[in-house]
């Protein structure tokens, strides 16, 4: 792992004057960065050169209002920027989830200091800031915080070690939460930098490898009076954004279907051969070849529609002015995408395999990451859970539960 000074740095871009710009400036980076995935992600090749690129074309800033200088772009405009991330490499595109979810936080924030808050970290992803997230630890009960922050002198310290850390490597600014002497978690935004602060690459899953979700220490730092941001998320109350979260994650989703898709028609193209006793030539001609390829851009254009709708349904629960009403309907729709997102793309992940023989096992190839990518990130939250859910809001009228999950 690089030391941070080694970490390639690029000059922000600041004429943000439309989502149509963010569209174009992929246009340019994403064709190297598709390049490079599949041996970055077979080699463990951490993408800290993608990562710096899209934060200083300013993808970070898409939701930020113009009046802050941002593009003023929708929940769908994130989710149509991100999909064309996710189609190239759906490890860099789950490790921005943090950062686009802390501006989300941002935009829904009304407690006194959030207008504060708004001015200074906008300005900070204006300026090609990156924050990951080290929030969530193992052993315990699930959700269970065991990191302490004490009082030292007039800020505080912190010590504990956090799991999951999505993004952490990557970042200039890492988000994490401890408990303080009353049990009470208080949140905090510490720079890469800090002493104390320790970042490990030592993420082990199976697929997603190189989205950075390994080990965060926190070594006895300090954490400054500023640093602390309050938590006004009510117990038992949904925020917008937890749909947003979990919409990310179907999102990656639909990503690894399309790229699946991509791969199966370049390998028919490119590398397979007709089995003996086909009647066509060449593969693209045989019709089960062909049949398969329709089959996988049937399942990742299915996953594209279904995140595309549920990012409309967000974006009108902001129209309504987050009615908690429109609220829950959007965490009902956007389970109702990651259902289908992760299931279309885990079968098109495998019937890729179907557009050639023995040689699509290849290891040079690394068409299995698909699969195992698709498989971790449907790992995150049980599909099945989320379909009973939904199935008890239309028989029931029961509302998801707010564990964060919805």
Known sequence: MPHLSEVPKHAPQHALTSVAHLHQRLDALLPEIAAGAAERERERQLPYDAIRQLAAAGLYTVRIPLAYGGPGGSVSDVIGLLLRVASVDSNVAQALRP??????????????GAEQERQRWFARYLDGAVLGNA?????????????????DGEHFRVSGSKYYSTGA?????????????????????????????ELVDDFDAMGQRLTASGTTRLND????????????????????????LQLFLATVEAGIARNAQE????FAREHARPIKHSSASQSVDDPYVQLSVGEVAARAFTAEAVVLKAAAVI??????????????????????????AAESALRAA????????????????????????????ANHNPRHWKASAVG?????????????LF
Not at 135 to 151: C, D, M, Q, T
Not at 350 to 376: I, K, Q
């Open 99 to 112: 950062g686009f979810a802390f501006v989300e936080g941002l935009l829904a924030a009304d407690h006194s």
């Open 135 to 151: 929030g969530w630890e193992v052993g315990g009960a699930n959700g269970a915080i065991s990191a302490r922050i004490v009082p």
């Open 169 to 197: 490597l990557y970042a200039d600014w890492v988000s994490a939460v401890a408990l303080d002497e009353q049990d009470r978690p208080v949140s905090f935004v510490l720079p890469r930098d800090r002493l104390g602060l």
């Open 221 to 244: 730092v300090q954490v400054l009076a500023s640093e602390i941001r309050p938590r006004t998320v009510e117990e038992g109350k949904r925020t917008i954004v937890t749909p947003f």
């Open 263 to 266: 791969d199966a028609v370049r």
């Open 315 to 340: 974006d009108r629960a902001w129209a309504l002015q987050l009615d908690p009403q429109a609220v829950d309907q959007a965490a009902i729709d956007v389970a109702q995408a990651q259902y289908i």
């Open 350 to 377: 495998e019937l890729l395999f179907d557009v050639g023989g023995a040689s699509t096992t290849g290891r040079s190839h690394n068409l299995d990451r698909h699969w195992r990518n698709a498989r971790t990130v």
């Open 392 to 404: 008890t809001w239309y028989l029931k009228g029961t509302p998801p539960p707010t564990s964060g």
